[in-house]
C-alpha cells in the first residue's frame, strides 16, 4: 500500500485563513468525485469557515475524560475505519489528551498517511521546533506544542496562506480572529505588528527553502548543469589550512546578509594531514556547521573538478576562495594556482577572491611521505645515483641516449616524492646531463642546438611525467581508501544479515567497527541511564559524554565541538524521535578527524539503530504472538467453563423451586433461600462469563432504538429488588438512540458494583443528563474510591480493588467498559469529594 499525500497550508499565526483555504480546496476536491471527511475542524466560532464546511461528512469526535474534563479529541480508529480519499485534520501541531494513542497529532496524521489515505492539514509557523526559540525572542511568547521540521520534509505540498499585518490586525479588530477580551488581549501582545511582520518572513522564508530544496532536486533527477539562480546559494571549500576559518566566516557574513544558504565543501584528495592538521579540519568544519552552514565531503584528485562539480550538482551561485599569496613559474607549471583554476573554468558561476590573511600557508608532510627534507635528501640521492650508471653507460648508449635514465628516474621518484622533490629530481638531471655529457663537458654550455632542443624537451617531459606519476599515486589512494570504506560497509551489513541473535550481532558488529577504525568501541544502551551492553567499560567521564551525546542526540568528544578533550567520540543511535544509545569509540588515531572517515563511522552507526530496530521489531512480534495465543486459550476456557456451569446451575434453581413448595419449617426455608441465592448468583457470573466471550469474539452488534433515559434507569433499579431502595434516580425525562440492551447491562453491572461496595445505609444516585451533543450516565456511590493511577487498571479482567474481601469474579466493570465502546461510547472513574466513586458513560449523539 503506497502513503497518502500530505498537503500543509502554512500560515504566520492564526487568522490569516488557513482553515478557510483548506475547506475551500477539499470542497473543490469532493466535486471532483473524491471523497472527503472532516476528521478534525476548529472553526473558532467563525461564520465563514462554518458555512464552508457544510455538505463536507464529519468524523464525530471521541470524548476523552481526563481529571473530570471531557475533551473531544480525533477518533483516529473511525476516520481509519471509513477509509476516505481525503481527511481534513486541523491544527497539526495540537497535543491530544493524555490516554489517547498518541501524544500528538501530527502522529495520528503519520498513521493515516500509512494507511494510503491523503490529508489536508494546517500549520502555524512558530510550531515548527527550530523557530521555537527564535519566535519566543520575537514575541516573548514561549510556544509549547511544536512539531520537528522533518514533517514538512514529508509533505508532498506546503501553500502559503498568505496577508499583510494590516489585513490580520483589521480581521482582528473585526472579531474575525478572536472574541471580546480575548481579541483585545491578543492585540496588545502576540498580534502586534512587528511580531507580525517577523512572523510573515518566517513563514515566507520556510517557503522558500522548499522551493530551493525543490529545484535542486530537479537539477539532479534531471542531469541538467546548474546553477539556476532562483536563490543565491554560497559555497566555500574548507581544508586544514589555519586560514580556512577566516573564509568560512566570511561566508557566514555574506550568506546573512544576501539571506542565502550555503555549503562548506571539503575536498579529500588522498593527502593525509598530520595530528595538527587533522584539529585544524575537524575545528573548521564544526565552525562550519555551527555558523549554520552545511558540511559536505567528496574524494577527488582533484580539487578544481570536486568542488565545481560539487557547486553545480548543489546549485551554487557563488564560490568563495582564498587568494594566492605567492606565484611564480613553477606553481603554474605543476597546475596552477586553485583559485585562478576556480575562476577560469566556473562558468556561470561567480567566484569570489578573498585575501585569507596573515601568515604563510604551512606546508604538512603527508603521513604516508617521508619528511620533506628526507624527500629532498632522496632526490639528491637518485640523481647522484643515475648520474654514476649513465656516467658508465655513456660509452655504449650515447649521451643523448642516457637522458632515458634520468626521465625514468623521474617518474619512479613520483610514487613516493611529494611535486616539489620531484620537480627538483628534473632539474638537477637537465643540469645534471649538460654538465656531465654535452659538449663541452664540465660546463653548461653547449654547442649543438639539437642538444639545446633536448634538454628543453626533457626537462618539461620529466616535469610533466613526475607530477602525473604523483596525481595517479593520489588518485590510486583514494579509490583505495573509497574500496576500503565501501567493503567494511559491505562487511558488517552481510555481519547483520546473517546473525538472529542480537547479542552476538552486535558482538561482531562493533568487532567489525574495532577493526575499521584501529579502536576500542562499545555501545551503551537504555533510558535515562546508560549502561554498557557490548564492548569496553567506559570510565565516568566516558560514560558523562556518552549520556550528553544520548540527551542532546548529538556526537560529542573527540574531533566534535563539544567536549573535544575527551578520551572517546560518543554518537547516538537514534531513528527520528527515538533514542536507543550510544556507539562510543576510543579512537586509535586522527583518522576521524578525515570528514570521509567520520562519515563511515556515522553510516556504521546507522547499520546499528537498524540492528537495534529490527531486534525490537522481532520482540514485538514474538510478544503480540505469544499474547494473542493467551488470549485465544482464555476465551475458550471461559466459553467452555460457562457452557458447562450453565446447565447445573439451572437444575438447582428448578430444584429448590420444587424443595419450597413441599418443605416444611423455618430453618429448611432458609436454608433453601440461601442456595437460591447461591444459585442467582452463580448464574449471574456464568451469564458474564459468556457475555465476556461474546464480547472478545466480537459477536455483540449494537442495534440502535430509540430510548426514554428516566424508563430505562427506572427498569435498572427495578431489577435489584430490595435493595432498589438504595437507589435514587436523578434523570430528567430524555430520548436518545442507542442499543438499549448493551446500555442496560453495562449500567446494570456498574450499579450492582457500586451497592456491592457502598455502605449499607449509603445510597447509590444513577444519574442521567444531556451535555451537549452527548448524554452522560452516572453511578455514585460512598464506596472507599480508588487511587487515580489505579482507576484503568479497574477495568481489565478479573480486576479487583485493593484490599476487596467481598465476593466477585472482578468481570462487571470490564463487560461494561467492553459494552459502552461497543455503542461507541467511553466509560470513564474518578473520585468523589468525601468518599466514594463516580462511573460514567458519555455516548457522543452523532454515534448513535
Not at 464546511?53 to 481526563?66: F, K, N, Q, T, W
Not at 543565491?232 to 546573512?256: D, F, K, N, Q, Y
Not at 649538460?434 to 660546463?443: D, G, I, S, V
Not at 562493533?510 to 533510558?527: C, D, K, N, P, Y
Request: hydrophobic share 45%.
Amino acid at each position: 500500500m503506497s502513503n497518502g499525500r500530505l498537503r500543509i497550508f502554512l500560515g504566520m499565526c492564526p487568522g490569516v485563513g488557513k482553515t478557510y483555504a483548506m475547506l475551500l480546496a477539499a470542497q473543490q476536491c469532493q466535486e471532483n468525485g473524491d471523497e472527503v471527511v472532516i476528521g478534525v475542524i476548529e472553526t473558532h466560532g467563525r461564520i465563514e469557515t462554518l458555512a464552508l464546511s457544510a455538505g463536507l461528512r464529519r468524523i464525530p469526535p471521541l470524548a476523552v475524560e481526563h481529571r473530570g474534563i471531557t475533551i473531544e479529541e480525533m477518533d483516529l480508529n473511525a476516520v481509519l475505519a471509513c477509509k476516505p480519499d481525503l481527511v481534513l485534520v486541523d491544527e497539526l501541531a495540537h497535543t491530544n489528551a493524555p490516554g489517547s494513542r498518541h501524544p500528538k497529532r501530527y502522529q495520528d496524521v503519520l498513521e493515516i498517511l500509512s494507511a494510503g489515505i491523503d490529508v489536508y492539514t494546517t500549520l502555524n509557523v512558530q510550531h515548527l521546533e527550530s523557530l521555537r526559540d527564535a519566535v519566543a525572542g520575537i514575541t516573548g511568547v514561549k510556544v509549547r506544542e511544536t512539531l520537528p521540521d522533518s514533517l514538512l520534509d514529508r509533505a508532498n505540498e506546503i501553500e502559503l496562506v498568505d496577508i499583510t499585518p494590516e489585513q490580520l490586525c483589521g480581521r482582528l479588530a473585526e472579531g474575525k480572529v478572536y472574541l471580546g477580551d480575548r481579541a483585545a488581549t491578543a492585540a496588545e501582545a502576540f498580534f502586534r505588528e512587528g511580531n507580525l511582520r517577523a512572523l510573515r518572513e518566517m513563514a515566507l522564508r520556510v517557503v522558500a527553502d522548499r522551493a530551493d530544496r525543490e529545484v535542486r532536486t530537479f537539477l539532479k533527477e534531471n542531469a541538467i548543469q546548474g546553477p539556476w539562480r532562483s536563490r543565491e546559494r554560497l559555497m566555500v571549500a574548507v581544508g586544514s589550512s589555519p586560514h580556512a576559518g577566516r573564509l568560512i566566516r566570511i561566508t557566514g557574513r555574506l550568506a546573512g546578509m544576501l539571506d542565502a544558504t550555503w555549503i562548506a565543501v571539503h575536498v579529500d584528495t588522498g593527502h593525509h594531514d598530520d595530528d595538527a592538521g587533522a584539529s585544524r579540519l575537524a575545528a573548521n568544519l564544526a565552525l562550519a556547521r555551527s555558523l549554520g552552514g552545511e558540511t559536505i565531503s567528496v574524494s577527488a584528485v582533484d580539487p578544481v573538478e570536486a568542488l565545481l562539480a560539487a557547486a553545480q550538482r548543489e546549485n551554487a551561485t557563488q564560490i568563495v576562495a582564498g587568494k594566492a599569496t605567492e606565484s611564480g613559474f613553477w606553481r603554474r607549471l605543476v597546475g596552477g594556482d586553485i583559485a585562478d583554476r576556480l575562476a577560469r573554468r566556473s562558468g556561470s558561476i561567480d567566484v569570489l577572491l578573498v585575501h585569507p590573511g596573515e601568515g604563510p600557508e604551512p606546508t604538512l608532510p603527508p603521513r604516508h611521505r617521508a619528511p620533506v627534507w628526507q624527500q629532498w635528501l632522496i632526490a639528491a640521492a637518485i640523481l647522484l645515483g643515475v648520474s654514476t650508471v649513465a656516467f658508465l653507460l655513456e660509452p655504449v648508449m650515447g649521451y643523448r641516449a642516457v637522458t632515458m635514465l634520468y626521465m625514468l628516474a623521474v617518474a619512479v621518484s613520483g610514487l613516493f616524492l611529494g611535486p616539489w622533490p620531484v620537480v627538483g629530481l628534473a632539474s638537477g638531471s637537465a643540469l645534471a646531463w649538460n654538465f656531465l655529457f654535452t659538449q663541452p663537458r664540465m660546463t653548461f654550455s653547449m654547442w649543438h642546438h639539437e642538444d639545446i632542443i633536448l634538454l628543453l624537451a626533457f626537462l618539461i617531459v620529466a616535469v610533466i611525467i613526475g607530477h602525473q606519476t604523483s596525481r595517479l599515486l593520489r588518485r590510486e589512494r583514494a579509490s583505495q581508501e573509497a574500496e576500503s570504506r565501501a567493503r567494511a560497509l559491505y562487511e558488517l551489513t552481510c555481519v547483520l544479515a546473517a546473525s538472529v541473535d542480537f547479542p552476538e550481532a552486535l558482538r561482531r558488529a562493533l568487532r567489525q567497527i574495532t577493526h575499521a577504525f584501529s579502536g576500542e568501541a562499545a555501545v551503551l544502551l537504555g533510558g535515562d541511564h546508560l549502561k554498557p551492553s557490548t564492548g569496553f567499560t567506559p570510565t565516568d567521564k566516558e560514560l558523562s559524554v556518552s549520556q550528553w551525546a544520548f540527551e542532546h542526540n548529538e556526537a560529542a568528544g573527540r574531533f566534535t565541538g563539544t567536549l573535544p578533550e575527551a578520551s572517546i567520540l560518543a554518537i547516538p543511535l537514534a531513528s527520528g524521535e527515538r533514542k536507543f544509545g550510544v556507539l562510543a569509540l576510543r579512537p586509535g588515531g586522527n583518522e576521524l578527524a578525515n570528514p570521509l572517515r567520520r562519515d563511515l563511522l556515522d553510516a556504521f552507526a546507522a547499520h546499528l539503530v537498524v540492528l537495534i530496530e529490527r531486534d525490537e521489531a522481532l520482540r514485538t512480534l514474538r510478544d503480540s504472538k505469544i499474547q494473542a495465543a493467551s488470549n485465544q486459550l482464555q476465551r475458550a476456557l471461559l466459553d467452555e467453563v460457562s457452557h458447562e456451569l450453565k446447565t447445573p446451575v439451572a437444575v438447582i434453581g428448578t430444584a429448590v423451586e420444587r424443595l419450597r413448595e413441599t418443605a416444611s419449617g423455618l430453618e429448611s426455608a432458609d436454608l433453601l433461600h440461601d442456595v437460591e441465592l447461591a444459585a442467582r448468583r452463580l448464574d449471574r457470573v456464568t451469564s458474564q462469563l459468556m457475555t465476556l466471550s461474546r464480547v472478545q469474539a466480537g459477536l455483540v452488534i449494537p442495534q440502535p432504538e430509540h430510548c426514554d433515559a428516566h424508563d430505562l434507569l427506572s427498569e435498572i433499579a427495578g431489577e435489584f429488588g430490595e435493595e432498589a431502595a438504595r437507589i435514587r434516580i436523578d434523570c430528567e425525562s430524555f430520548t436518545f438512540s442507542a442499543d438499549a440492551g448493551l446500555l442496560h447491562t453495562a449500567l446494570a453491572n456498574l450499579v450492582r458494583n457500586a451497592l456491592q461496595y457502598s455502605p449499607a445505609t449509603g445510597d447509590v444516585i444513577l444519574r442521567g443528563r444531556e451535555q451537549g451533543n452527548a448524554v452522560v450516565f452516572s453511578v455514585d456511590d460512598r464506596g472507599p474510591g480508588m487511587p487515580e493511577d489505579k482507576h484503568e487498571k479497574l477495568f481489565e479482567r478479573f480486576a479487583r480493588g485493593p484490599g476487596v474481601t467481598s465476593p466477585g469474579m472482578g468481570l462487571g466493570l470490564s463487560i461494561a467498559k467492553r459494552f459502552t465502546e461497543a455503542i461507541g461510547g467511553a466509560l470513564s472513574c474518578e473520585n468523589r469529594d468525601g468518599g466514594g466513586t463516580t462511573f460514567a458513560i458519555r455516548l457522543p449523539r452523532g454515534t448513535l
